[in-house]
């Protein structure tokens, strides 16, 4: 506990130092070679920025700071100006902000955005979690693609409209429905 405190604020420090400074080179080097069509390139370009902006800073401050000892640790905390702790951490926490944003760019259309607006009225304002949101979408696009539970017969028939489907479905012509 002597050591943990003071190592886990260095690494986090370091940690946000890398996620601006390092990975997005790795991030721009995967861009250009998404847009050249090089899947490998964009694997390669994954693997090293996660090794050179994660593994190998965390794996070096952990490592060294167990060599030099909770007091050294605790004496280079305490030269780093609070102003540049703080700034990190909320540099850091926009980050999944951000990519949120761009994934929303890509992902979001007139044909959807009703289900995002649902889901964050659900969550925000009717206090669900974020896995009873999910549970709900999951449910929501179930229903709404006519999966069925019975006979593995979709809800919606999609054969022609005879007597017999008619006296299966209860006598319910669904193509003549409004829903």
Request: charged content about 10%.
């Amino acid at each position: 506990m002597t050591l943990g405190i003071p190592i886990a604020s260095l690494v986090l420090v370091i940690k946000n130092l890398c996620f601006l400074f390092i990975l997005p080179y790795f991030v721009h080097r995967a861009d250009q070679y998404a847009e050249a069509g090089d899947g490998s390139g964009v694997s390669r370009m994954n693997v090293l920025g996660g090794f050179f902006s994660i593994n190998l800073p965390i794996g070096l401050v952990v490592g060294i700071s167990y060599v030099l000892g909770s007091p050294v640790i605790k004496a280079i905390l305490a030269v780093i100006p609070q102003f540049i702790i703080k700034g990190l951490g909320i540099a850091t926490g926009l980050l999944p902000a951000y990519g949120f944003a761009l994934l929303m760019k890509m992902m979001i259309n007139k044909k959807n955005v009703t289900f995002f607006i649902i889901g964050f009225a659900l969550a925000v304002y009717l206090k669900i979690s974020v896995t009873g949101v999910a549970i709900f979408g999951a449910c929501l696009a179930l229903i709404l693609t006519g999966y069925s539970a019975f006979n593995g017969k979709p809800i919606v028939s999609t054969t022609a409209n005879t007597a017999e489907t008619k006296a299966e479905d209860g006598g319910i012509d669904y193509e003549d429905e409004e829903f």
